[in-house]
Protein backbone atom coordinates (compact mmCIF):
# COMPACT_ATOMS: atom_id res chain seq x y z
CA UNK A 1 0.00 0.00 0.00
CA UNK A 2 2.91 2.47 -0.16
CA UNK A 3 0.76 4.82 -2.00
CA UNK A 4 -2.00 5.19 0.36
CA UNK A 5 -3.05 8.03 3.32
CA UNK A 6 -0.90 7.53 6.20
CA UNK A 7 -1.79 9.79 9.16
CA UNK A 8 1.22 10.68 11.57
CA UNK A 9 1.47 12.00 15.31
CA UNK A 10 3.43 12.73 17.90
CA UNK A 11 3.99 14.18 21.07
CA UNK A 12 6.88 16.60 21.48
CA UNK A 13 9.47 13.96 22.00
CA UNK A 14 8.89 12.56 18.41
CA UNK A 15 8.07 16.27 17.12
CA UNK A 16 11.43 16.53 15.16
CA UNK A 17 11.33 12.23 13.88
CA UNK A 18 7.76 13.80 12.37
CA UNK A 19 8.73 16.19 10.67
CA UNK A 20 11.53 14.18 9.20
CA UNK A 21 8.93 11.03 8.17
CA UNK A 22 6.34 13.59 7.10
CA UNK A 23 8.50 14.83 4.41
CA UNK A 24 9.84 10.75 3.79
CA UNK A 25 6.33 10.07 3.34
CA UNK A 26 5.32 12.58 0.78
CA UNK A 27 8.56 11.04 -1.50
CA UNK A 28 6.89 8.16 -1.03
CA UNK A 29 3.96 9.16 -2.59
CA UNK A 30 1.39 9.28 0.20
CA UNK A 31 -0.98 11.24 1.05
CA UNK A 32 -0.46 12.67 4.94
CA UNK A 33 -2.66 13.35 7.54
CA UNK A 34 -0.61 15.22 10.26
CA UNK A 35 -2.49 14.89 13.53
CA UNK A 36 0.22 17.04 15.23
CA UNK A 37 1.68 18.23 17.33
CA UNK A 38 3.13 21.10 15.85
CA UNK A 39 6.15 22.09 17.87
CA UNK A 40 8.41 20.94 20.69
CA UNK A 41 6.44 22.33 23.20
CA UNK A 42 5.46 19.43 26.45
CA UNK A 43 2.15 18.27 25.59
CA UNK A 44 0.29 15.02 26.30
CA UNK A 45 0.64 11.44 23.90
CA UNK A 46 -2.33 10.08 25.09
CA UNK A 47 -4.83 12.84 22.93
CA UNK A 48 -2.14 12.48 20.39
CA UNK A 49 -3.25 8.72 20.41
CA UNK A 50 -6.96 9.08 20.63
CA UNK A 51 -6.82 11.48 17.12
CA UNK A 52 -4.85 8.44 15.62
CA UNK A 53 -7.54 6.06 16.53
CA UNK A 54 -10.69 8.21 15.43
CA UNK A 55 -8.54 8.67 12.12
CA UNK A 56 -7.58 5.43 11.28
CA UNK A 57 -10.92 3.62 12.39
CA UNK A 58 -12.62 6.25 10.85
CA UNK A 59 -11.37 5.65 7.50
CA UNK A 60 -9.58 8.94 7.22
CA UNK A 61 -6.00 6.95 6.40
CA UNK A 62 -5.22 3.50 5.69
CA UNK A 63 -2.36 3.37 8.38
CA UNK A 64 -0.77 5.51 10.98
CA UNK A 65 2.35 6.37 12.07
CA UNK A 66 2.75 7.28 16.36
CA UNK A 67 5.64 8.92 17.62
CA UNK A 68 6.66 9.70 21.11
CA UNK A 69 10.02 8.97 23.00
CA UNK A 70 10.07 5.77 23.58
CA UNK A 71 7.15 4.29 21.17
CA UNK A 72 5.59 2.81 24.53
CA UNK A 73 2.89 5.39 26.10
CA UNK A 74 1.53 6.46 22.65
CA UNK A 75 1.25 2.96 21.30
CA UNK A 76 -0.43 1.85 24.88
CA UNK A 77 -3.36 5.01 24.37
CA UNK A 78 -3.78 4.07 21.19
CA UNK A 79 -3.93 0.25 21.88
CA UNK A 80 -7.53 0.89 24.15
CA UNK A 81 -9.49 2.00 21.05
CA UNK A 82 -10.88 -1.36 19.26
CA UNK A 83 -9.92 -1.96 15.84
CA UNK A 84 -6.14 -0.39 16.58
CA UNK A 85 -3.05 -2.19 16.59
CA UNK A 86 0.08 -0.49 17.03
CA UNK A 87 2.80 -1.89 17.43
CA UNK A 88 6.08 -0.75 19.28
CA UNK A 89 8.55 -1.33 16.37
CA UNK A 90 12.35 -0.84 17.10
CA UNK A 91 14.04 -2.45 14.47
CA UNK A 92 13.05 -3.87 10.87
CA UNK A 93 12.36 -7.19 11.89
CA UNK A 94 9.31 -6.56 14.30
CA UNK A 95 8.02 -3.94 11.16
CA UNK A 96 8.17 -6.74 8.96
CA UNK A 97 6.29 -9.25 11.85
CA UNK A 98 3.70 -6.53 12.97
CA UNK A 99 3.14 -6.18 9.18
CA UNK A 100 3.07 -10.11 8.62
CA UNK A 101 1.66 -11.61 11.68
CA UNK A 102 -0.15 -8.75 13.14
CA UNK A 103 -1.92 -7.19 10.88
CA UNK A 104 -0.80 -3.79 12.42
CA UNK A 105 -2.40 -0.48 11.31
CA UNK A 106 -0.55 1.63 12.99
CA UNK A 107 3.54 2.09 13.88
CA UNK A 108 4.91 3.46 16.78
CA UNK A 109 8.09 4.72 17.27
CA UNK A 110 10.78 5.99 20.19
CA UNK A 111 12.63 9.48 19.23
CA UNK A 112 14.67 8.68 21.90
CA UNK A 113 15.24 5.21 21.71
CA UNK A 114 16.06 4.84 17.41
CA UNK A 115 17.85 6.67 14.90
CA UNK A 116 16.01 8.46 11.95
CA UNK A 117 17.66 5.96 8.92
CA UNK A 118 16.23 2.89 11.59
CA UNK A 119 12.90 4.60 11.78
CA UNK A 120 12.98 5.54 7.85
CA UNK A 121 13.72 1.90 7.42
CA UNK A 122 11.14 0.88 9.74
CA UNK A 123 8.72 3.04 8.15
CA UNK A 124 9.15 1.47 4.56
CA UNK A 125 8.79 -1.83 5.65
CA UNK A 126 5.81 -1.41 7.82
CA UNK A 127 4.03 -0.09 4.21
CA UNK A 128 4.88 -2.12 2.42
CA UNK A 129 4.61 -5.90 3.78
CA UNK A 130 1.18 -7.68 3.62
CA UNK A 131 -0.50 -9.20 6.29
CA UNK A 132 0.01 -12.80 5.88
CA UNK A 133 -3.59 -14.52 6.88
CA UNK A 134 -4.32 -17.59 7.13
CA UNK A 135 -3.92 -18.77 11.11
CA UNK A 136 -3.17 -15.33 11.79
CA UNK A 137 -6.25 -14.22 10.89
CA UNK A 138 -7.83 -15.83 13.52
CA UNK A 139 -5.63 -14.59 16.61
CA UNK A 140 -6.66 -11.14 14.95
CA UNK A 141 -10.08 -12.03 15.16
CA UNK A 142 -9.77 -13.14 18.67
CA UNK A 143 -8.57 -9.44 19.78
CA UNK A 144 -11.57 -7.71 18.04
C1 LIG B 1 7.72 12.39 27.36
O1 LIG B 1 8.72 12.88 28.20
C2 LIG B 1 7.77 10.88 27.32
O2 LIG B 1 7.37 10.35 28.55
C3 LIG B 1 6.89 10.36 26.21
O3 LIG B 1 7.33 10.89 25.00
C4 LIG B 1 6.88 8.86 26.01
O4 LIG B 1 8.16 8.35 25.87
C5 LIG B 1 6.07 8.07 26.94
O5 LIG B 1 5.91 6.85 26.82
Given at each position: ???????I?????????????????A?M??????L???????V??????DAM????????????????G???????A??R????????C????A??????H?????????ARL??E????????????????????????D???
Open positions: MAKGSVAASDHAGYALKSVLKEELAGCEVVDGTDNADSDYPDFAAETVTGGRAERGVLICSGLGISMANHRGIRAAPHDVIARLARQNDANVLALGIGETAKECLHVFLETEFEGGRHQRRIKMS
